[in-house]
Nanobody, 124 residues
Framework: QVQLVESGGGLVQAGGSLRLSCAAS????????MAWFRQAPGKERDFVAI???????EFAGSVKGRFTISRDNAKNTVSLQMNSLKPEDTAVYYC??????????????????WGQGTQVTVSS
């Protein structure tokens, strides 16, 4: 069983930055594909970014160029640096772990473990 705990959410003005972190339990963190999703009120949970176990990263088009994702396998953490935040980035952000590489990685069903979420609110 893998436990994921997010931190770093909060309230920020448009144009500002926030850094989210996700701490994972388990001994094989380096082999996991780690992703961030977000869910705005009344909407589905959407893919934001993924850090592949091999080191590459991918982003949703809506955040590309503004968000970066990084991981520290020694500390079992993955972080999401969010810059130039917009009100439409307001959502609960979730960390997710996939123990295998799946083609549907932009969908929730590709992930085996989820964190409890952290709220990000961007004011205009």
């Amino acid at each position: 069983q893998v436990q994921l705990v997010e931190s770093g959410g909060g309230l920020v003005q448009a144009g500002g930055s926030l850094r989210l972190s996700c701490a994972a339990s388990g001994r094989t963190f380096s082999s996991y594909n780690m992703a961030w999703f977000r869910q705005a009120p009344g909407k589905e949970r959407d893919f934001v970014a993924i850090s592949w176990s091999g080191g590459r990263a991918e982003f949703a088009g809506s955040v590309k160029g503004r968000f970066t994702i990084s991981r520290d396998n020694a500390k079992n953490t993955v972080s999401l640096q969010m810059n130039s935040l917009k009100p439409e980035d307001t959502a609960v952000y979730y960390c997710a772990a996939a123990t295998a590489t799946r083609a549907n990685y932009r969908l929730m069903s590709a992930y085996d473990y989820w964190g409890q979420g952290t709220q990000v609110t961007v004011s205009s």
